[in-house]
């Protein structure tokens, strides 16, 4: 009967996700979930620690994140039945704390406002067919000193949250003193982090984390869990603080037109981008190079985004991450349901979060931004209209604690001097748009 019944399930789980049809198997694509969901699941330990610092309750930010993924995952397995895990991005939330909230003054409600709202503008290009050409009309360079420069960012907050980098009247910033427990901690995170990654151990970020956070509690430099009912519990972590706690008249009338305009930018642009790399990794392309449901992911990273705002948490793209399942073989969407319900038996072990401290969370940041610089490998450095902007994008976003604002710098630079050097032919209408758009945006700000 078991065997039977074990039969029948396989066979409606080949023909829903054309398992065969993609040369592919019910345990090939558990496997791959598994090593996805162990390569990316740092994010459900980092994401409510940034998130935190916007006064986001820690607790409800880690339930916001983990139902967010569970959620918008699942909707890319059954509909678009591609094998990606999407969640909440590094580098969307940095931009939600350190620039939308602590920066521009915004409460967190707000900032979710302005999420939800990104989320809605990203819907209506997706399912207007509109999301690719926006994207096709950013070059290349900007794409790449964007990726690049939000990594920069995303390093300059660990290096600040490790202690590594502190503020100086006299320099702007200085080296953290480096016999403080904690910085060392921080260092030794780096270091441990980098030798896991570089030998390919699966879960390397997330076993450094926890290794940091051990050491860090047996040094007495955090808090230890007094018991085992301390790290697991059967109760899930209460999301009433955040869920519809969004305050979208806020948003709207904050007049916050860059920080949403940001928000999708980068949502679309990463996600489209990475969804072209994964697919044909995974040699899901057709031989245009176009994306099997294309329009069905990028309407789903939209929805997500649209979720994660109602549930409190911030802006969702694909995870680069997700070519670790891909390479173990993984080619459909469930692998994607598989992850989702992995990432929801994390719930079980909410209490974590709370001993886990920022010098063991920052190591994560640096790292995960110095992937990102490899961005910079599509940048033409011999030719000075695009280095130029390219490296604004790139500096302007750590040294203004915004990525907004070095979006900006890029996208108005890169406009000007193609303008002014007589190769506006270059340009795509859409850029002379954003461009300005831009502009106003710095004179109304002040």
Do not use: C
């Amino acid at each position: 009967m078991f065997i039977r019944g074990g039969k029948r399930l396989n066979r409606v789980l080949d023909s829903f996700f054309k398992l065969t049809e993609r040369k592919t198997t019910v345990r090939t694509e558990f496997l791959a979930a598994l090593t996805t969901f162990v390569t990316v699941s740092y994010i459900i330990l980092v994401n409510p620690v940034i998130l935190a610092e916007a006064g986001i309750p820690k607790e409800a930010a880690l339930a916001a994140t983990i139902f967010g993924i569970v959620i918008t995952t699942l909707i890319m397995g059954l509909w678009a039945n591609l094998p990606i895990v999407i969640g909440p991005g590094m580098g969307l939330n940095a931009f939600f704390t350190y620039t939308v909230v602590l920066k521009q003054g915004l409460s967190w409600e707000t900032a979710l406002g302005a999420v939800f709202i990104s989320g809605f503008f990203f819907f209506l290009l997706s399912v207007f067919g509109i999301s690719e050409k926006v994207v096709r009309a950013i070059p290349k360079t900007l794409k790449a000193s964007i990726t690049a420069g939000i990594g920069l960012f995303i390093a300059f907050i660990g290096l600040k949250n490790g202690g590594i980098v502190v503020a100086d009247e006299a320099t702007v910033v200085a080296l953290g003193d480096m016999s403080n427990t904690g910085t060392l901690l921080a260092v030794a995170g780096i270091v441990l982090t980098a030798v896991l990654m570089a030998l390919d151990v699966k879960g390397g970020i997330i076993i450094s984390i926890l290794a940091i956070s051990a050491a860090s509690m047996i040094l007495g430099f955090s808090p230890a869990p007094s018991g085992f009912g301390d790290i697991l519990s059967l109760q899930i972590p209460s999301i009433e603080p955040t869920w519809l706690a969004l305050d979208l008249k806020a948003a709207l009338g904050y007049g916050i037109l860059s920080i949403i305009f940001s928000f999708t930018i980068v949502e679309l642009f990463d996600t489209l981008a990475t969804l072209i790399g994964l697919t044909k990794k995974a040699n899901l392309t057709d031989e245009n190079g176009n994306v099997p449901n294309a329009n069905r992911a990028l309407t789903t990273g939209a929805l997500g985004t649209m979720i994660s705002g109602l549930l409190g948490s911030t802006a969702m793209n694909t995870y680069v991450e997700n070519a670790t399942g891909i390479a173990a073989g993984a080619k459909t969407g469930l692998k994607a349901v598989f992850a989702a319900l992995l990432f929801l038996l994390t719930l079980l072990f909410a209490p974590l979060i709370q001993f886990i401290p920022s010098v063991a969370t920052a190591p994560a940041l640096i790292i995960i931004g110095a992937f990102m610089l490899t961005e910079l490998m599509e940048v033409d450095f011999q030719d000075l209209t695009e280095l130029i902007p390219a490296f604004l994008a790139l500096i302007m976003m750590p040294l203004t604690f915004s990525i907004a604002e070095g979006v900006a710098f890029g996208f108005i630079s890169y406009t000007l001097i193609k303008l002014f050097t007589g190769r506006a032919k270059e340009l795509h209408w859409l850029m002379y748009i954003i461009s300005a758009a831009f502009i106003v945006n710095f004179f109304l700000t002040g």
